[in-house]
């Protein structure tokens, strides 16, 4: 769906994308990480034919640069920041249904499945609505007529918790042959969308790979809290210092801390039962993008992890 | 490429009638020019076609005054206001050319401020008319006006896809204009007096100011009497007479909206 060779754009003498290499199969859902200025929005900007570049770029065979317009009428795109539109909701959806020659019933029926009615929000000024709720519509506008490829740039960046949370669920209905291809710095939602995570770096691919493959190159654990009767802390604390060894296990307030595997969380929790130590409540902590970066680069840039 | 085009045409257009400038302009223009046609088109009756010429030339500092602002302010806002909220990126991201949007663009707003037009110096025109004004002179007038709002249109369309705000677009559209109409023709006769230029210069400029060529191309084919034209109209009707003063005046005024029009395209292409 995407191919990308020696993809690379300057801004004067910074090289903003260097020498990338991508190959995005069809159906894939693939996330771009990356610090700021790590060059993700620049490729979905390349990808979308706004910036000039050198190398070769194509989408769904279509070379980016001399038939861009077609290479565009294969995606749907929803970026970071919302754009700011005249007019009503019910205009703006049928000025881009028309533009993209989309089904208006279609992305009408969309914007009900995202949880907008046009007919009870169509008369609204699109300036009256939320963040959350525009966003809603620039995916229904996206995913018009079942596009087969959706760039997605940070679109949770400027939302808050609950809308966030209503995005993503939103994003997890979307028809599995449509390939995804999302920006984000956000590691909980690129686990929960992605199942291939590339990372960029100064502009480079560092690391291309499953989350496993990540959690192993890197060797970081996410913590895993656990709330237990104050009476039986002391106990349980001991069961794990046994069972992980010492280091493993810190206490915060109430709470005990154990650093386990990206997916042995469960399997603590399933032995502390059965000792009988009840768990009150539970989260997990995941180390940060940073974190996680330092990780990758600290074993060196031009290694790669073996790809899906 | 028609289709996609015209939703852009259709787009600004819908916009423009949104918005207030189109209503503000349109009112002002016709309340303005309905004033003048009646009072200033009576003396016909008394002093004939030559008395209802300098009563006319009101309408034409009207325009000259109205019709650049009109132009300005909706062509600085077209392509700057949405690069500013983000829309133009959004816009470009979806299945259409630079082209299809540059182009929808233009004609969509010269359309609105044409439509603006229209309705204002439409109803004075047809006021001057049932005074007896010869229709053709009133067609001649609402043709150069129609020139001087495509110029300015392509030149504010210029200004906008060099800017990055609508703030900054239309403060650059209103300095021009101030720099065109107030201190052009005036800044110019002051030189000429001040440090003797030669009358080449002078020439010169009113082709090069669409201003000044929309003002001596209407007061030579209405009235080429040095009352009206002023020192330098005067100099240029003798030099190439007054239908050819008129003619290069249209001219110049179609190059002022093909040049712009055109560095703008060569700019906004190069947005990406």
Redesign the interface.
């Known amino acids: 769906m995407i191919r990308a060779r020696s993809l690379t754009k300057r801004f004067g003498r910074q090289r903003v994308l260097d020498d990338v290499a991508l190959d995005v199969g069809a159906g894939e859902r693939v996330a771009l990480l990356g610090l700021n200025g790590a060059g993700k929005t620049t490729l979905m900007r390349c990808l979308l034919g706004l910036v000039s570049f050198e190398g070769d770029l194509s989408i769904a065979g279509c070379d980016v640069r001399s038939d861009g317009r077609e290479a565009r009428a294969h995606l749907g795109y929803v970026p970071q920041r919302v754009p700011h539109f005249d007019g009503t909701l019910a205009e703006v959806v049928e000025f881009f249904a028309r533009l993209r020659a989309s089904n208006r019933e279609r992305v009408r029926e969309r914007l009900v499945t995202l949880g907008l009615s046009l007919d009870e929000h169509g008369d609204k000024s699109i300036r009256e609505l939320s963040g959350g709720m525009l966003q809603k519509v620039l995916l229904a506008l996206a995913l018009g007529e079942q596009v087969p490829l959706l760039l997605l740039d940070e679109p949770t960046a400027n939302l808050d918790p609950r809308a966030r949370g209503e995005f993503l669920r939103a994003l997890r209905q979307i028809d599995r042959q449509t390939t995804v291809l999302l920006a984000s710095h956000r590691l909980a939602d690129v686990e929960a969308l992605a199942e291939r995570l590339v990372v960029l770096h100064d502009g480079r691919i560092v690391f291309d790979g499953t989350m496993p493959d990540l959690w192993e190159r890197v060797g970081a654990a996410v913590t895993l809290w656990m709330r237990v009767p104050a009476s039986q802390r002391d106990g349980a604390r001991d069961h794990l210092h046994s069972r992980h060894g010492v280091p493993a296990v810190v206490a915060n307030g109430a709470a005990i801390g154990l650093k386990v595997g990206h997916s042995a969380g469960a399997d603590v929790l399933v032995e502390l039962r059965r000792v009988g130590i009840p768990i009150e409540a539970f989260w997990t902590e995941h180390p940060s993008l940073h974190e996680l970066l330092e990780g990758i680069l600290a074993q060196g840039s031009g290694e790669r992890a073996a790809g899906p | 490429m028609r289709e996609?085009t015209m939703?852009f045409i259709q787009?600004e257009l819908?916009?423009s009638l949104?918005a207030r400038w189109f209503l503000v302009y349109s009112g002002v223009f016709l309340l303005s020019g309905l004033l003048l046609a009646t009072f200033g088109a009576g003396n016909v009756a008394i002093h004939g076609y030559r008395g209802f010429a300098k009563a006319f030339a009101g309408l034409v500092h009207l325009a000259l005054l109205f019709v650049p602002l009109m132009a300005l302010f909706p062509a600085t806002s077209a392509i700057a206001e949405?690069r500013e909220?983000?829309?133009l990126?959004?816009l470009?991201?979806?299945?259409?050319?630079f082209g299809e949007v540059y182009a929808g663009k233009w004609i969509g707003v010269s359309v609105a401020v044409l439509l603006a037009l229209t309705i204002g110096l439409g109803a004075a025109g047809a006021v001057a008319v049932i005074r007896g004004v010869p229709p053709g002179l009133v067609a001649m007038l609402y043709g150069f006006v129609v020139l001087l709002a495509l110029a300015f249109v392509a030149l504010g369309l210029f200004l906008s896809t060099l800017t990055q705000s609508r703030a900054r677009a239309t403060t650059i559209g209103i300095v021009l204009w101030l720099v065109l109409v107030a201190v052009g023709s005036l800044g110019i006769m002051v030189a000429f007096v001040r440090w003797g230029l030669p009358e080449q210069i002078l020439v010169l400029w009113t082709f090069v100011n669409p201003v000044e060529s929309f003002r001596i191309g209407v007061v030579s084919a209405l009235d080429p009497d040095l009352s009206l034209l002023g020192p330098v109209g005067a100099s240029v009707v003798g030099q190439f007479g007054a239908r050819g003063t008129t003619a290069m005046a249209g001219l110049a005024l179609a190059a002022w909206t093909a040049l712009p029009g055109l560095a703008g395209w060569l700019a906004f292409r190069r947005i990406?």
């Open positions: 996609r939703l787009r819908a916009g949104r949405e909220s983000g829309a990126e959004y470009l991201a979806q299945p259409v050319t990406r």
